[in-house]
């Protein structure tokens, strides 16, 4: 019996890793070519998972007759970056953002610093910045200092958030440089800082020379509680979903709970995303009383969805929880909540959002969010694509799209963004202290709590065309993944 049950099992991984392969002769499939081998696990990964397989003719499950047939095309592609950018669907590499489907999927050389990554560890100075364009300007950009991650080399510098910087080592940074001068392989940089008057950019000697290190940043950056009258109103900044430290976020959660607030902030302004589990367990922790209900729907490519819808409907749902592990969660039990965005909010910020929006009040307030309502997986070269026995030959892994993301009545139509309540978009005039109740944003979300209406604001300078930011550049790329592939599938196969 138990013979049988293991020839149904390889039946099945055979039949949805490499469908084309149905015709062969063979009772093996022939060995890959050694030089091929990590362009060999691309094309199987993404014929499998990919969110759009069928849209890209090139991963066809009739494509390829047989693993010859499929050798010959990969060598085609003897660099494994560029077989996967021509296997994805309209990607941003090759189609201007207002075409472009695929804006999110990638590849890395070394799963060890994707693995980092995806948990907040970064080769990083600790400087977390906006960039925008120089008015007047498409090519020039400048940045300014968001927050500093304390515990960072900037950390123990006279650098600070509002700080403008236009150069890197004495060369204006741009369009087509700043990637390079800001996160090349230089771990040692001088940023040269400016003044800005009436919009007109003048350096002012100062020069803050910054060491990159491994850093693991806490994402949990500001936990306060602000009485405003009869109202205790908890505030958190959370700027990464990192599942190493849920337990630091219920604990936090437990600190808020404990001091009795009436009222919820959460500041996802410079979040970009990470865990869906994380962000299901923060959407349980400012609620509480919908545990079991679904939070989000995943929806998965077609061969994957139909095995689900007919095998195990059930596992295709994100449920708000009320434990991490045997851990109670620390719910606050809101039935408003205030969450403050960016146009550098995305992935399982906006997750939370649209996830939240059919149960409580949500009340945005800032600027429109990124619009990025699909999730990824990591894919590693092994027989099943986990973590688990893994080619020793390479440490190539895959983060590409697999699933989109709806919310508990079905929506997730976003992908240009969630539009604010109350729009206040952060400029640089009025930037304010993160967590005190004069800085802009959170002092018209307590305006709002209060009934008091919404606070004056001084006219800025200058309005600024926004570019891009650390968070997004270094590696993190917006991002909303599983923390692996799904069990019911992976037994399936």
């Known amino acids: 019996m138990k013979t049988k049950f293991k020839i149904i099992i390889l039946f099945l991984f055979s039949a949805l890793t490499f469908q084309s392969c149905h015709d062969m002769d063979d009772v093996a499939p022939p060995k890959v070519p050694s030089n091929l081998e990590v362009q060999n696990f691309i094309w199987k990964g993404l014929n499998l998972y990919y969110l759009w397989q069928a849209d890209v003719p090139n991963l066809s499950d009739t494509r390829f007759a ?54 907040g560890s970064t080769n990083n100075n600790g400087v977390e910045f906006g960039l925008y364009l120089k008015p007047g300007s498409t090519t020039d950009v400048f940045g300014y200092v968001r927050y500093i991650v304390p515990g960072s080399d900037a950390s123990s510098k006279n650098i600070h958030r509002g700080d403008v910087f236009y150069g890197v080592d004495g060369t204006q940074l741009t369009t087509s440089n700043y990637q390079a001068l800001l996160f090349g392989t230089n771990n040692n940089y001088t940023l040269n800082l400016a003044d800005i008057n009436g919009g007109a950019f003048t350096s002012n000697g100062v020069n803050i ?33 990192y599942s190493n430290y849920d337990t630091q976020l219920n604990d936090a959660f437990g600190t808020l709970k404990s001091q009795g607030i009436t009222d919820f902030v959460l500041d996802l302004r410079y979040n970009g995303g990470g865990s869906i589990q994380t962000a299901t367990r923060l959407a349980s922790m400012i609620t509480g009383q919908f545990t079991g209900q679904v939070f989000a729907k995943q929806q998965w490519n077609a061969k994957i969805q139909a095995y689900y819808n007919t095998n195990n409907p059930a ?111 952060e400029n640089l005039s009025t930037l304010g202290i993160l967590g005190n109740s004069a800085e802009p944003l959170l002092s018209l979300a307590i305006a709002k709590i209060t009934g008091t209406g ?22 993190i790329q917006n991002q909303m993944f599983l923390e692996k592939a799904p069990a019911g599938l992976l037994k399936a196969l």
């Open 66 to 119: 047989n693993q010859t047939q499929l050798d010959a095309f990969l060598t085609g592609y003897p660099q494994p970056e560029t077989l996967f950018q021509n296997l994805l669907y309209n990607p941003i590499s090759k189609f201007p953002i207002a075409t472009a489907v695929d804006r999110f999927s990638w590849i890395v050389s070394d799963y060890l610093v994707l693995e980092g990554q995806l948990q």
């Open 209 to 241: 020379a910054l060491t990159k290190t491994v850093l693991d940043e806490n994402p949990i950056l500001v936990n306060t509680v602000i009485t405003s009258g009869s109202h205790k109103i908890g505030y958190l900044m959370y700027n990464g979903f």
């Open 315 to 425: 596992s295709l749902n994100n449920l708000f929880t009320d434990k991490i592990g045997t851990t109670p969660i620390n719910s606050l039990n809101m039935t408003t909540v205030y969450i403050l965005t960016s146009k550098s909010t995305a992935s399982a910020s906006e997750l939370v959002i649209n996830g939240l929006k059919p149960y409580v009040t949500v009340v945005q307030i800032g600027d429109t969010t990124v619009g990025k309502n699909v999730g990824s997986v990591t894919l590693y070269d092994s027989p099943d694509f986990s973590a688990t026995n893994r080619n020793p030959n390479h440490r190539y892994a895959m983060q590409p799209l697999v699933i989109k993301l709806v919310n508990g009545v079905g929506f997730g139509d976003y992908q240009n963004g969630l539009v604010p309540t109350f729009q206040l978009a």
């Open 454 to 475: 919404k606070m004056a604001q001084p006219k800025p300078e200058m309005q600024f065309d926004y570019f891009n930011d650390s968070k997004s550049i270094n590696g």
